[in-house]
Structure formats: structure tokens, C-alpha cells
């Protein structure tokens, strides 16, 4: 075995270095130690009332299966000709929670039902496998209030019973291509629209897995999050003030002290 060779000059002079820096890092932190914490208090102190002044909002969703169509079924709980349906069976109930007050009677329909389309989504929810995952959705809505967020979602499923004839209407022709146009000498005519018919009518077109409850916790603000981001700006904004003051100070000692400076 080698004997163990001292550590060269070198090599510490880096290390020395390194460590000299931490120390005046930390000698600078401790020197205005009260400007640090109060400039990370303030930050918090105003994420407090960001927080507490910011208008609580509440959630209430649905999950669906899209047996058959989904994208046509999807695309009509996105729109407006849904969202009109909504606000004429709900009409007060959504003044003050989607829209102001007095709007239901000045604004035109049109107005009312793109505005409430701000307030819901349709996401695709992952389940099943991942080819059947484009069939599973989630439906929510949000408000301030948790009982028209529910009623909002409970009013958009119900809307879907106006859209069973459309899709009935396709799977029938659908059906009856496949029993007669393809093999028409199987049987009549009749008899094929009479069997794809009957195939359409008894078609499960969505399934409702999860009905929509009020919401127990408001989804908005996230207290944890926004307190984490203050925290976090908090501290980045203390460095910048203690070390800003220290270099102004450095400046104005230079300054008034010209030996002061590097040699």
C-alpha cells in the first residue's frame, strides 16, 4: 500500500474557497436576520388574505360511460343547444352563482348558455384498460354554490334524453345496414328495419356510475398550494431583499471609503 499523501495547497485552496463563501453567505443571512423574517412574513401574510378573500368555489361531477357514440354524446354536453336546455329547466337558481343578478331576464339566451359553459368540463377519465379509457368521462361543474353545482350536472345528464333520438336514429341505420343492405336475401326489408329498430331502442347509449352530490369542501381556493407558493416566493424574496441592502450598503461604505475597496 501507498502511504496516504498529504492534502496539496492546490487542491484546498478551491475547497477554502468554497467554504469562505457559505460563511460570508451566511454571515450576510445572520447580519439582517430581521429583514429576512419580515419580508417573509409580509409575503405570507398577503397570501393569507389573497386566500381568505378569494371566493370559495365548489365542485360537483359525474361519471359516465359512453357505450355507443361516445364523441357525439361528448360533443352535446359541451354544447350551447345543451347548456340553454340547463338554463331554462334551472333559470333563477343560476343568478348570483353563474351569472349576476337581473341577467336572467336581460340577457339573451345565447349569453346565458355560453356563460354557464364556462363553468363545466367534459375530461375523458382513465378506467378500464386503455382502449376503452376515450368512453369514460368525468362531468363537472363548479360554483360558488355546491347545490347549483349539483343541480347544474343533475340538469345536464337529464339534457341527454333529448339526444337518444339522434342516436337512436344512427345505430337504427347503422343495424339495418348490416342485417339487409349486406344480405338481403336473408330477409325482407321489413323484417330488417323491424330488427334494427328493436336493436336501437333497447342500445344502453351512457351508463351514470357516480350520481353528482354537493360538494362537503370548497375545490378553490387550495390553501395548501397557494400557502406553498407564498412560502416559496417568500423566501426567494427575502434573499433578494437581505442581499440587495448588503450590496447597496457595500456600495455606499465604497463609496465613502475608496481604501475600503479591493486592493
Known sequence: ???????????????????????????VLYR???LFLA????????????????????????TLVLTDEPEITKAWLESRQAAELV????????????????ANASWPAEKKASELLGHISVKRKAAFGPAS?????LFTAKTPDPEVSRAIVA?????LGELRPLLEDLTRQEA???YYRENPSDQSEAEAERRADNYARQRTYWLVLDEPAPALSPSEPRVVFNFAVGAVGGLMAAFVAVFGVDWIR????????PSAGPR
Do not use: C
Not at 457595500?250 to 471609503?257: E, I
Open 39 to 62: 419580508v417573509f412574513a409580509s409575503i405570507l401574510v398577503v397570501t393569507a388574505i389573497l386566500t381568505a378573500a378569494w371566493e370559495r368555489q365548489y365542485e360537483s361531477s359525474a
Open 155 to 159: 340538469a345536464f345528464l337529464g339534457t
Open 32 to 34: 439582517h436576520r430581521f
Open 133 to 137: 379509457n376515450e368512453r369514460v368521462v
Open 176 to 178: 339495418f345496414d348490416r
Open 1 to 27: 500500500m501507498q502511504p496516504h499523501e498529504p492534502e496539496s495547497k492546490v487542491d484546498a485552496q478551491p475547497r477554502a474557497e468554497s467554504e469562505g463563501r457559505v460563511w460570508e453567505v451566511l454571515r
Open 87 to 102: 338554463v331554462e329547466e334551472l333559470g333563477l337558481r343560476l343568478e348570483g352563482p353563474v351569472f349576476p343578478g337581473g
Open 250 to 257: 457595500g456600495q455606499r461604505r465604497r463609496s465613502g471609503n
